[in-house]
């Protein structure tokens, strides 16, 4: 089967980035990682990309009179490598409806709690906030509403009671680099299912 041509935007240290890649590795796996896109040239993963043979793109999205003119070279630069699926991973800018509507159901984001708990940011922070016993990470469709798209995949983690948020963080982000490659395989998957059909 032809394997789904995925993107992956990212912002900052890109750890899911990398646990995309390296799943994308196994030869039966349904995707293949086309190339990388960093709204900002010092993002670390960047540099991993280009290790591993990966397109790595920056697009800076200062060097544009609006969210709009950013957002036609993201799309441009994407459409032009043929990318299908847009994984989102850590990329700190909010999308627009326009753009967000281009890519229906072809775009995924992973985010730190468990959604619909703790939409935006400072997720842990307020877990431990609320007395949470649990919190955890979501991966699921982009819609034009903040985090609230289809859940794809949930996985929950215990709040232990000493937990700061950088060893609270630390668990779920194990659990992100587990779950964000089995959910992009279950997407690519399916739309390779419909588009052979
Ligand atoms: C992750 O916690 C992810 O859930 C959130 O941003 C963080 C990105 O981390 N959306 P990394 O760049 O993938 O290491």
């Not at 627009?96 to 890519?103: E, K, L, N, V, Y």
């Not at 984001?109 to 307020?126: C, D, F, M, Q, V």
Request: aromatic share 6%; net charge neutral; hydrophobic share 45%.
């Amino acid at each position: 089967m032809k394997k789904a041509r995925v993107g992956i935007l990212i912002s900052g240290r890109g750890s899911n980035m990398m646990a995309l890649v390296e799943a994308a590795r196994a030869p039966d796996y349904p995707a293949d990682i086309v190339c990388v896109v960093s709204n900002r040239a010092d993002a670390a993963g960047l540099d991993f990309a280009r290790a591993n043979g990966i397109e790595a793109c920056f697009i800076n999205h200062k060097a544009y009179a609006s969210r709009e003119d950013f957002e036609t070279a993201l799309d441009n630069c994407l459409r032009s490598r043929r990318v299908e699926i847009i994984a989102l991973a850590g990329f700190m800018r909010v999308l627009t409806a326009r753009f967000i509507a281009g890519w229906e159901g072809r775009m995924l984001n992973i985010h730190p709690s468990l959604l619909p708990a703790y939409k935006g940011l400072h997720t842990h922070e307020r877990a431990l906030a609320d007395g949470a016993k649990t919190h955890g990470c979501t991966v699921h469709h982009v819609t034009a509403d903040l985090d609230a798209g289809p859940v794809i995949l949930r996985a929950e983690v215990p709040v232990l009671t000493d937990d700061t948020p950088d060893t609270l963080a630390a668990r779920v982000l194990k659990e992100e680099h587990r779950i964000y490659p089995r959910a992009l395989a279950t997407i690519a998957g399916s739309l390779q299912a419909n588009t052979s059909t």
